[in-house]
């Protein structure tokens, strides 16, 4: 085989001109070097590079992970034009993939404290800009500091139900993930070279520990990776394992039945609240107030009818085992005796696979309708329950009437229903 060495183009350079986008910029006064800008202000051996990527490398698979679970609860809760229905099973869907959303949430905290410690040095370097391209280069990673930071503690202030903004947090939280994950791209590709190495010099390290003899190793050669840095490394390693352990198990029991009694942490206990079951929107919250006899739920179809308390109580019941999923992560098994959504439809002469939309008595609140897709509404599973745990439903559960369906969030679950329109 022939090879061909092309001739290397020359091309002229002119020694001192560079572009306007790399040249220096002058350095600021000295006398601003202060604080964290001071030369040496960083001692810890720790602040290091391998640190910085094997961190990051879990802080990327917990956010991937939150990011993709929190796009599957967005897109259920406003269906974009490809998703024109949702499967009603497994019934444990959205409640797994909610739960796994808030637990990688809060896992990211200690990560993402970790990983800003690693990379303090960087953070704090001087000059703070050196030329055009450098401060653009900050400003993206400024970008993701901030977006990532936002999305943690907007969700974190989210599941505690404290609302000190005035903006509507799942749309800012939803815009402001795209933000993140983008930056983090655009982080990775500008990092790769660097990550690449790291990685590629830590398995030359194991290859020769794996080479040496006994007697070679004790005989003190010193590389630039001491002992002791590795050892330190190892311990502060640990303790973001443990912190992430720790701040998991005390908070995942909200949604994982058996953690229920370590979950001191978690904003939810998931079997306090009436009938055992935690409210979030209370009746007085909803100004809701029992209804009298005159009160009929509406069902508007081809063959539209309506029917009193006792006419639904009259109608065959059926039971359903189902889990209230809210999307602040705590979640709860019940079981529910109703009658089946897809009887109603049936009757006003909905047609195969048709949906509905509920409404509440409810007058005003973000949560007052719900539309029910197709599978939704044909499954058998999909009740309007009368009954909770073998109780007549209490009034903040939803009484007389809620929606309760596998597999959907729970701000869809609509309570104090009132009227089922065919679609
Ligand atoms: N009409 C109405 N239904 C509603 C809500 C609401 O605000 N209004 N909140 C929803 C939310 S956020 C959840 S998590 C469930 C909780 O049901 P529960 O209070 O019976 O546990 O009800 C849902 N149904
Ligand atoms: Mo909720």
Same mark, same amino acid.
């Given at each position: 085989m022939v090879r061909v060495r092309t001739k290397a183009v020359r091309v002229p350079t002119v020694t001192g001109v560079r572009s306007p986008l790399t040249r220096p910029l002058p350095p600021p006064t000295?006398? /601003? !070097? $202060?604080?964290?800008? !001071?030369?040496?202000a960083f001692r810890s051996p720790l602040h290091d590079r391998e640190l910085t990527v094997r961190i990051g490398r879990w802080l990327g698979i917990a956010f991937a992970t939150c990011f993709v679970t929190g796009l599957i609860s967005h897109y259920l809760q406003? &269906?974009?034009? *490809? /998703?024109s229905s949702v499967p009603s $099973? %497994?019934?444990w869907g959205y409640r797994v993939s909610q739960g796994i959303h808030v637990a990688t949430g809060i896992a990211c905290v200690p990560l993402l404290l970790a990983k800003l410690w690693t990379v303090a040095p960087k953070l704090w =370097? *001087? &000059? %703070?800009? !050196?030329s055009v391209v450098h401060a653009l280069e900050r400003l993206s990673v400024l970008a993701l500091v901030a977006a990532a930071n936002f999305e943690v503690v907007s969700g974190l202030v989210n599941i505690v139900q404290w #609302? +000190? *903004?005035?903006?509507?947090f799942p749309r800012v939280h939803y815009y402001v993930a795209w933000v993140a994950i983008g930056s983090i791209a655009l982080h990775l590709a500008v990092k790769a070279p660097m990550i690449a190495e790291v990685l590629r010099t830590r398995q030359s390290h194991v290859d020769e520990q794996r080479s040496r003899t006994p007697n070679a190793q004790s005989d003190? /050669? =010193?590389?630039?990776?001491?002992q002791a840095d590795r050892l330190n490394r190892r311990g502060l390693l640990i303790a973001v394992g443990a912190a992430v352990a720790t701040v998991t198990v005390v908070t995942v029991g909200q949604t994982l039945r058996p953690l229920a009694p370590l979950a @001191?942490?978690? +904003? $939810?206990? +998931?079997? @306090?609240? &009436?009938q055992e079951l935690p409210v979030n929107r209370t009746a007085v919250g909803a100004d809701i107030r029992p209804v009298g006899p005159d009160y009929r739920l509406v069902v508007d179809g081809a063959r539209p009818f309506s029917l009193s308390l006792a006419e639904l109580r009259a109608l065959p019941q059926h039971e359903a085992e189902l889990p209230i999923t809210c999307v602040e992560g705590w979640s709860a098994n019940a079981r529910w005796r109703g009658v089946r959504l897809r009887d109603l439809l049936d009757r006003a002469g909905a047609a195969d696979g048709a949906s509905a939309r509920l409404t509440s /008595?409810?007058?005003?609140?973000? #949560? $007052?309708q719900s539309v029910v897709d197709g599978p939704h509404a044909a499954d058998e599973l999909t009740l309007l329950a009368l009954e909770l745990n073998g109780e007549p439903l209490d009034l903040d559960h939803g009484s007389p009437v809620r929606l309760i369906a596998p597999n !959907? +969030?729970?701000?869809?679950?609509?309570? *104090?229903?009132s009227r089922v329109d065919v679609l």
């Open positions: 000295a006398a /601003l !070097r $202060r604080g964290p800008f !001071r030369e040496g406003n &269906p974009p034009f *490809w /998703l $099973r %497994p019934i =370097s *001087w &000059p %703070p800009v !050196r #609302y +000190p *903004w005035s903006f509507f003190g /050669l =010193s590389t630039s990776d001491g @001191v942490l978690a +904003p $939810r206990k +998931p079997d @306090v609240g &009436p /008595l409810e007058k005003n609140g973000l #949560y $007052r !959907r +969030p729970g701000v869809l679950q609509t309570k *104090w229903v």
